[in-house]
């Protein structure tokens, strides 16, 4: 039996993933690659949605994929590429900005967030139309799965609507996806700031660890974590934030359930637990960030298997294009 396709993606927009990144989103990409023919998507078209320089762009752009690969994905078996490489992409999202609203568009709550912390006079015309190329990068794999955080859901629905809407319209072309949101219980929150996100954007950084910290810096993030006064390690995301994320990443990383944690510690002051959450995550890490400093040194080499990736990916996305612009009555270039 063939396996149904999946595609997600990733921002090159920070030069290291964090922990969240890498529990909320990696470690499930990898533990799909058996069941699915999986496309992951380095999404540079979609960082140039913010100002970035040009020569940050390339590195985080290679860094992006090197930390992919050293946290298991694995080129044989999924096709990891470079947006920019597949030309498909930008076509496709036109074809769909011409079947998309204004007013559908104008809806998407994460243009509203990011285009009120740019101010209306520096948010792009591209950065409004980001949902639309989501959708193009989606569509062009026909994937039936799109495994990504509750925070994108929204773009997922306007996908799925603008596919049936060309179905409908032009004939049948594309596959519906489905969202595959991943649990709550993997997402990982500010060391600082326990009640919000661990995210590239936040202004601290001692409120984050990289998979590019390394391992001294990773022991001082996580002890000066914010906890409470309370002294007990119980999980309460409520009451206690700072303690439940702790346990939260614990039992993410070691695949143990939150109350056999609780047991092991019951009694144990939070210093003790700081310092063991400091060694399960250094042992997840250490090794990843390793893996990625050996990809980084062989540039030719990364950039090769971007390379095959891209060839992978072109196939899939040319057949899907060349479907779409003869439904929409586009002519053929004679040979
Ligand atoms: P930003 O921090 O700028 O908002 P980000 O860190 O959220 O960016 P994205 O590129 O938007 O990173 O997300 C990549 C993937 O990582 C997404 O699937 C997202 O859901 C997941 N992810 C991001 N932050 C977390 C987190 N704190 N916990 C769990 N998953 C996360
Ligand atoms: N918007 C997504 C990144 C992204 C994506 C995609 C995810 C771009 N294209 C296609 C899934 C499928 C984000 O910010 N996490």
Redesign the pocket.
């Known amino acids: 039996m063939t396996k149904p396709n999946l595609l997600s993606g990733?921002?090159p927009?920070a030069g290291s993933l964090?922990l969240?990144?890498y529990?909320?989103?990696l470690v499930n990409w990898a533990g799909m690659q058996d069941d699915y023919n999986a496309y992951y998507v380095i999404v540079d078209l979609h960082a140039i949605t913010s100002p970035q320089k040009p020569a940050e762009l390339r590195t985080n752009s290679r860094r992006t994929a090197a930390q992919y690969i050293a946290a298991g994905i694995d080129v044989t078996k999924s096709a990891l590429f470079v947006q920019s490489h597949v030309p498909a992409h930008a076509q496709l999202a036109w074809v769909l900005n011409c079947i998309t609203g204004f007013g559908e568009a104008s809806r998407m709550t994460q243009f509203k967030d990011k285009s009120q912390k740019a101010g209306a006079d520096s948010a792009s015309v591209g950065l409004f139309t980001y949902p639309i190329l989501q959708a193009a990068d989606i569509l062009l794999y026909q994937p039936k799965a799109v495994p990504?955080?509750e925070?994108?859901r929204q773009h997922i629905e306007l996908t799925r609507d603008l596919a049936m809407r060309f179905n409908a319209r032009f004939g049948d072309t594309f596959t519906i996806p489905e969202a595959v949101i991943?649990k709550e219980t993997?997402?990982?929150?500010d060391l600082q700031n326990p009640t919000a996100?661990?995210?590239?954007?936040t202004a601290d950084p001692k409120g984050l660890v990289n998979i590019m910290d390394d391992n001294a810096t990773i022991l001082k993030k996580i002890k000066s974590a914010v906890t409470d006064t309370e002294g007990i390690i119980k999980f309460d995301r409520e009451a206690k934030a700072g303690v439940s994320n702790l346990l939260g990443i614990y039992s993410a990383i070691s695949g143990r359930s939150i109350e056999s944690i609780e047991g092991e510690f019951e009694g144990a002051g939070y210093g003790v637990l700081k310092a063991e959450v400091a060694n399960v995550v250094i042992a997840a890490i250490e090794p990843i960030r390793e893996r990625t400093q050996e990809l980084m040194s062989d540039q030719n080499e990364l950039d090769r298997l971007l390379a095959e990736g891209a060839d992978k990916a072109n196939e899939v996305a040319e057949a899907t294009l060349a479907k779409v612009y003869d439904a929409i009555g586009f002519l053929k270039a004679a040979k």
Do not use: E, F, T
């Open positions: 990733m921002q927009s964090h969240g990144n529990l909320g989103a990504v955080g925070d994108q991943l993997a997402k990982i929150y996100k661990m995210s590239k954007s």
